[in-house]
C-alpha cells in the first residue's frame, strides 16, 4: 500500500519559493476566471515542486515492540568490541567481540520471548 505523497514544509526553502512564485498581471488579465485561476495555480505548484521536499512512497518503518534499553546497551557494547576487535585483532579482544554478541543475542532473544508472552 502507498501513502500519499505531501510536501515536507518544516524542510522548505522558502526564499527560494518566493522568489519561484512571482505572479505577474499578465496571469490575471486572462480571457477567463478558470484560465486565471488555472496559471497562478500552476505557478504556485511549480515553485513548490522546486522548493520544498515531499515524502517518499515507501511505508514508514515502525519500531519493533520488544527493543527496550537492555537490547539498545547491549547492542552499544557488541559494536565496541568489535570496533576494537576490528582495529586490534587479538585473540582477547575476539573473545571478547564474541562474548558481547552473544551476551546481545541473549538479551535480545530474551526481550523477543518476554514480549511475546505479555501479548498473549
Known sequence: MERPITYKFHKADWDKFTTLAELNFNMICTKGINEATENITKAILNA???????????????????????????????????????????????????????????VRKHSQRECWEKYL
Open 48 to 106: 513548490a515542486d522546486f522548493s520544498i521536499p515531499k515524502t517518499s512512497l515507501k511505508p514508514p518503518k515502525y519500531p519493533k515492540p520488544w527493543w527496550n534499553s537492555d537490547c539498545k546497551q547491549t547492542y552499544k557494547d557488541q559494536k565496541k568490541a568489535w570496533d576494537t576487535f576490528r582495529r586490534y585483532p587479538t585473540q582477547v579482544n575476539l573473545i571478547a567481540f564474541k562474548r558481547a554478541r552473544a551476551i546481545a543475542r541473549k
